[in-house]
C-alpha cells in the first residue's frame, strides 16, 4: 500500500517541478525577447487594460484641447466686449459734448457723425470677429458674418440714417 501513495506523490511532485520549470522557461523567454508571450496566449487582460488607458489618455488630451479652446474664445470674447463697451463710453463722452452745444453748428455736426461712424465700424469690427474660422458673435451660424452694415464712408451713414426720413434703421 505503501508503494501506491509513493508513486501517486511521486507522479504529483514530478507533475509540479515540470509546471515550475515550465513558467520559469516562459519568463526566462519573456526577459530576454521583451515580449510578453511569443503566441500571444495569456495578454488579452492586459491588452485590454493598454487599450482602455490608452482611450482613457486620448479621451483626457482630447477633453485638454478643447478646453484650452474654449478659454481662448472666452478670453478672446472679454476683449472684444471691453473694445465695444470702451468705444459706445467714448461715443456717449462725444454725445454729452454735443448736447451742451448749439447743435445747428457745422463743425459740432460733422464731429458727431464722425464719432458715430468711427464708433459703428469700431462695433462692427469688434462683433465680426473670428476665432479658429468661427464668428464669435453669430449664434448657432459660426461661419456666418454676424455683422454687415454696408458702411464705408462718412457718407453712407448720412444716406442710411439722415435724421430727418430715416431716423433709425
Known amino acids: 500500500m505503501s508503494r501506491i501513495s509513493t508513486l501517486s506523490s ?13 513558467r520559469l522557461q516562459d519568463q526566462q523567454v519573456q526577459v530576454a525577447t ?12 492586459d491588452s485590454e487594460r493598454l487599450i482602455s488607458i490608452e482611450t482613457t489618455r486620448a479621451v483626457l488630451d482630447n477633453f485638454s484641447s478643447t478646453n484650452a479652446l474654449m478659454d481662448m474664445r472666452l ?6 466686449l471691453d473694445g465695444i463697451d470702451d468705444a459706445l463710453s467714448e461715443f456717449r463722452k462725444d454725445l454729452i459734448k454735443f448736447e451742451a ?6 463743425l459740432e455736426v460733422r ?9 459703428l465700424q469700431t ?11 468661427q464668428f464669435l458673435f453669430s449664434g448657432g451660424r459660426s ?3 454676424p455683422v454687415d452694415l454696408g458702411l464705408t464712408t462718412l457718407s453712407d451713414l ?4 439722415d435724421g430727418a426720413n430715416v431716423t433709425y434703421p
Request: no cysteine.
Open 158 to 161: 448720412q444716406t442710411k440714417w
Open 10 to 22: 511521486n507522479n504529483e511532485l514530478i507533475k509540479l517541478m515540470l509546471k515550475t520549470q515550465s
Open 111 to 119: 464731429d458727431i457723425q464722425n464719432s458715430a461712424f468711427t464708433t
Open 34 to 45: 521583451e515580449k510578453n508571450s511569443q503566441d500571444y496566449t495569456g495578454i488579452a487582460k
Open 101 to 106: 452745444t448749439s447743435k445747428t453748428g457745422v
Open 75 to 80: 478670453t478672446v470674447t472679454g476683449t472684444a
Open 123 to 133: 462695433m462692427e469690427a469688434f462683433l465680426n470677429t473670428d476665432v479658429n474660422g
Open 143 to 145: 461661419t456666418t458674418q
